[in-house]
């Protein structure tokens, strides 16, 4: 009987995006062939933290096989995977840990530690602390299609995006093809089409407007609505708008086809593409879950832009960010 091979730490998740922040690439940007990408990942494949090493990240196979090529090209739709891993001490350990050895070091010399020498103990607690910390894996898909020029990452938000935008950014230098990315901008801003939607009771051609919805009220008060499998045909909500209360999460669904939670910097999350047959297991399923997935988002995509005034342009987005528009930020 033959051995069975061990799971992959990162075996693939379903679905493939569940949530995702896109970008758009600039237009003078020249993809490397597939085969030198290949290469420039594997000089940065994922290794585990080392023992006293707090974060690793690094690339590891889309498909979830342990010697399996980390770029995947399926109907030209490029697919990356970035495995990330954290290891964290508690904080109750180290100031637990801290305060015996300065209390220690106070009866040893009758003073007590001066605040450069408290930061030196504290960080060699934590290097001694480091080996036994529980460690916390993520991995982050990433969609390139490089004819559309549109980058997608499975991430929640942007901040959560930018890691592996930082990684994607710092192997295309390497080999020469910089990558220019900007995250998407419309004329319209998320939340002020989201308000409009609901103020109007209806939502844009081609979406249906569904049960979720989270307003926030900016400043001080920072106070906070949420409906929850419940309908938003409400006087209320419109009221809400009017004092002030952004919508900054709405539940809608596309074509009868995907539903998903559209944000207030145009994140978009809780992705489920319906009526969609079972793919089958192994590398077919994995084919057949990224055409499916880069099928129907990529058609999803334009829609959902032109919902909102359509898509700015570089060159126009910072004129109109003066007249009110807004934008999210380019992260660092």
Known sequence: MRALRPPHPFAVPMPLFKNIV??????DWQAPDLDTLEEALRRQAFAPCQPTQPLSAGWVAPR??????LAESVDGQWILKLAVERKTVPGGAVRTELEA????????RGRK??????AEIKEEIVLTLLPRAFSKRAAHMVWLDAQQRTLVVAAGSMKAAEPVIKQLADLMAELGHVL?????????????????WLTARQAPAGFTIERDLELKKAGEEKSVV???????????IGQHIQEGKLPTQLALTW????????????GIRKIDIRDVEQAPKGEDGFDADVAIATGELSLLLPELLESMGGELTPGSEFALRKTGTTSAQVPA
């Open 22 to 27: 896109v970008y758009r690439i600039g237009p």
């Open 64 to 69: 979830g096989q342990e010697h399996g090529a």
């Open 101 to 108: 050895r300065c209390k220690a070091l106070e009866a040893e």
């Open 113 to 118: 530690p001066g605040r450069k020498e408290k």
């Open 180 to 196: 220019p990315l900007a995250p998407l901008s419309t004329s319209l801003a998320p939340a002020t089409a989201m308000g409009e």
């Open 226 to 236: 949420r409906y929850a499998r419940h309908t938003l045909e409400l006087d209320e």
């Open 255 to 266: 074509n009868d086809k995907v539903s998903f939670v559209l944000t207030e910097q145009l």
